[in-house]
């Protein structure tokens, strides 16, 4: 029984060292990641301006592939079916927690993937068209009240977050404002521009541009804290309180069954690349904020998000494309 134990204790400790040696000798090759949306997005963008750097870390070929499809699904399958070993990742937001919730895939990204870390984090905005006569979020809630099914929002499709974010919020609130899909966000900003939507809750990146110039009117932002770059505009929680919807986020994961050691070195290089002076001056531009929040702390906010959303899209009845 002893002699058992000791080959079980040799066994483990082997097994350590070589994951600290495998760790110790990645990336030994080009390393690749998949996006699983168009190239010049957000997604993308923000990919390769660290894979850059992650490329000067590491000395070796860090090469981003765009694997478009299925809402995510095709590159996150093609993640999950890598060997996992470092060498294959995939960059993905916030709403990949949706992603097996609202059609059918071929993996479970509870089991599949191995969240690694988290390398940057931003908020959202309401805004609604010039054309809408209101000026703050509370005479825009007694309107759809007054007028129930009236308003209208815009998203980027069905399970799309601008889709999740105002359906929590209707739900929230018990109002009813009809949605309006569209083949991505952009076709939405467009069409609350032309005064076809009322409504558009998207990301400040995505709105700002159009805030400055005066061309559509902003409400409120998620966060517990008025942005620095929208500082006139309230919190939603102001309004509601408890009502605070944590920052979307971007994140790395690989397959599940990769070493922890290389999962954690990947997490110390990108955290390293994120905080970096010229990195953390490019995404404040874009208006993100480095976290490299890595391990079972981002694990936990997966988790957790996923719970979120999957309550939403159970009791509302949400549906896929």
């Known amino acids: 029984m ?15 060292l070589s994951s600290v040696v495998f760790a110790a000798d990645f990336p030994n090759r080009p390393v690749r990641i998949v996006v699983p949306f168009t190239a010049g997005g957000t997604l993308d963008v923000t990919a390769r301006v660290i894979a850059a750097k992650l490329h000067d870390l590491w000395g070796q070929a860090v090469v981003i592939e765009n694997r478009v499809g299925g809402n995510g699904a095709i590159g996150a399958d093609n993640v999950v079916r890598s060997q996992a070993d470092g060498h294959t990742l995939l960059y993905n937001g916030s709403l990949i927690v949706v ?63 601008l889709h999740l974010y105002m359906e929590r919020l209707k739900s929230n609130l018990k109002i009813d404002i009809a949605h309006i899909p569209y083949k991505g966000s952009a076709p939405a900003t ?22 400055k110039a005066g061309k559509v009117k902003p409400l409120v932002v998620t966060g517990d804290k008025r942005l620095e770059v929208l500082s006139n505009i309230p919190t939603l929680s ?65 988790k957790k998000d996923f719970d979120k959303w999957s309550k939403l899209i159970r009791e509302n009845n949400i549906r896929g494309e």
């Open 238 to 302: 102001s309004y509601i309180p408890g009502m605070a919807e944590e920052p979307g986020w971007h994140g790395i994961f690989a397959p599940t069954g990769t070493p922890k050691a290389v999962a954690d070195k990947i997490a110390a290089d990108v955290r390293t690349a994120v905080m970096s002076t010229e990195l953390s001056t490019k995404f404040k531009e874009m208006e993100f904020q480095p976290s490299g929040l890595s391990g079972e702390a981002f694990a936990d906010v997966v």
């Open 99 to 161: 992603t097996q919730q609202l059609q059918k895939t071929t993996f479970d990204m509870t089991k599949d993937l191995l969240p690694v870390v988290q390398p940057v984090v931003y908020w959202h905005v309401l805004c609604v068209s010039s054309k809408l006569p209101v000026n703050n979020f509370a005479e825009l809630v007694e309107l759809a009240k007054k007028q129930p099914g009236k308003l209208n929002y815009g998203s980027g499709g069905l399970g799309s977050s």
């Open 190 to 211: 467009q069409a609350l521009l032309a005064g076809e939507v009322d409504i558009v809750f998207d990301t400040t990146s995505a709105m700002l541009p159009l805030i």
């Open 2 to 16: 002893i002699h058992r134990y000791h080959r079980l204790l040799s066994g483990l400790i082997a097994l350590v």
